[in-house]
């Protein structure tokens, strides 16, 4: 079986899987940087700063990488595109002092999630994201210093604890993180922005070559080939399809949310796009790759398990379990687990969805049988509510969840 590169995967692999939601495929991107667009790549505008002008977080990038972004007393600063054109819009990183001269421009492809452009880099693979301040589904997509800051200090983090984590685990490294320095401000939340430099070698690396399918392209249409079998079909072939699913994709995925919250406290959200399937050559499934570290972070298992956080700033720390039930029922469980049901029970009828649940159920209260302590008993979900800021409230759905224990 042939597997598209990734970029194209990212870009064109997606038709008819956004639709967890009425806000799902929502944008206000203009088209020519949607990542559906025909455009093969545009230009991202590159600012020339002075070093004392911004803030610069590190989670050991390579020198050849940090090179590209940080010299000796300024570094480039990468502005999205719409941003510079949008008439009103904040374009300027200085909150209003006169906007440098754009130094040059770097030549990349829009992902899946729009504000993270992979950059046609042969030499070094690495993606930014970028601040993006229009909606993209039910936000607009800041990167805000604080935002960028925390992002970093996970991914060294978790570097750091990565022998906590088992083999088949995986993640994309935020390295480098650049805001623009806010001296005073009347805001009750800091919006200076910037961006992250993502590295896209898996980590922990390998020599090996190995190919990326984001998750939603297993069970995803093609824009221009609708007619293209699922890649998920390709992967199982003559394999037992419900031991396929569950040993190499669902309870994987399980095992690594559970670790990251038992270990760290960590509330990742694997969801169709977040979650990369690694192959190898063979086109066997190797490990499972997460990437956006911008996690919620529960600040009671942190208490719990005596791990200090003093090196976290105060961006997304929880006290309660809402979010918690969002992340793993709803991103992981509904949005992405079963889609790959649905995908499966079309080909294989026999199949039922407890055949599913109920293996992923028991490998969460294996791993983490004090769930009690720390997951609500419904399913949460957003609100159409929004708070100062404009983000969606929570609430109570009432419905009992599928993907862990259901305690009546």
């Given at each position: 079986m042939l597997i598209p590169h990734l970029y194209y995967l990212e870009r064109y692999r997606n038709k008819g899987t956004r639709t967890y939601s009425t806000h799902a495929s929502f944008t206000e991107a203009v088209d020519c940087y949607r990542p559906d667009s025909d455009r093969e790549q545009f230009e991202l505008p590159v600012l020339t700063l002075p070093k004392d002008k911004v803030n610069i977080y590190l989670a050991n990038p390579t020198q050849a990488l940090a090179n590209k972004f940080i010299g000796s007393s300024e570094v480039n600063f990468c502005i999205h595109p719409q941003v510079l054109e949008a008439p009103g819009a904040d374009t300027s990183p200085l909150r209003g002092e006169a906007l440098p001269q754009q130094n040059s421009s770097i030549s990349v492809v829009p992902s899946s999630s729009t504000r993270t452009l992979f950059v046609l880099d042969d030499e070094i693979p690495h993606a930014v994201k970028v601040h993006f301040p229009f909606k993209v589904s039910r936000y607009?997509?800041?990167?805000?210093?604080?935002?960028?800051?925390?992002?970093?200090?996970?991914?060294?983090?978790?570097?750091?604890?990565?022998?906590?984590?088992?083999?088949?685990?995986?993640?994309?490294?935020?390295?480098?993180?650049?805001?623009?320095k806010q001296e005073q401000t009347l805001d009750q939340r800091?919006?200076?922005?910037?961006?992250?430099?993502?590295?896209?070698?898996?980590?922990?690396?390998?020599?090996?070559?190995?190919?990326?399918?984001?998750?939603?392209?297993?069970?995803?249409?093609?824009?221009?080939?609708?007619?293209?079998?699922?890649i998920l079909y390709g992967l199982i072939a003559e394999q037992n399809p419900l031991d396929f699913v569950l040993h190499n994709i669902m309870l994987p995925i399980v095992r690594h949310w559970v670790d990251c919250f038992r270990h760290f406290g960590y509330i990742i959200e694997p969801h169709g796009q977040n979650v990369l399937i690694e192959l190898d050559q063979s086109n066997a499934i190797t490990r499972i790759v997460h990437r956006d570290l911008s996690v919620g972070i529960d600040m009671r298992r942190r208490r719990d398990i005596g791990?200090?956080?003093?090196?976290?700033?105060?961006?997304?720390?929880?006290?309660?379990?809402?979010?918690?039930?969002?992340?793993y029922d709803r991103?992981?469980?509904n949005h992405f687990f079963t889609?790959?049901?649905?995908?499966?029970?079309?080909?294989?009828?026999?199949?039922?969805?407890?055949?599913?649940?109920?293996?992923?159920?028991?490998?969460?209260?294996?791993?983490?049988?004090?769930?009690?302590?720390?997951?609500?008993k419904n399913i949460w979900y957003f609100s159409e509510e929004r708070d100062p800021f404009n983000k969606p409230l929570y609430e109570d759905t009432g419905v009992v969840p599928e993907w862990r224990p259901c305690d009546e």
């Open positions: 607009t997509r800041k990167m805000r210093d604080e935002v960028i800051e925390q992002a970093v200090n996970v991914s060294l983090e978790l570097e750091n604890g990565i022998d906590q984590m088992g083999d088949d685990f995986a993640y994309l490294r935020e390295v480098i993180g650049i805001s623009y800091g919006e200076n922005w910037g961006y992250v430099v993502r590295d896209m070698r898996p980590f922990p690396y390998v020599a090996e070559a190995r190919k990326l399918i984001p998750g939603f392209a297993l069970f995803g249409e093609d824009f221009y080939q609708p007619d293209t079998p699922p791990l200090s956080s003093d090196k976290l700033n105060q961006y997304n720390r929880m006290e309660n379990s809402a979010f918690h039930s969002i992340a991103f992981m469980g889609r790959l049901v649905e995908c499966c029970i079309a080909k294989f009828p026999y199949l039922a969805k407890e055949d599913f649940t109920i293996p992923c159920q028991r490998e969460f209260a294996r791993r983490l049988p004090e769930y009690r302590n720390y997951f609500p």
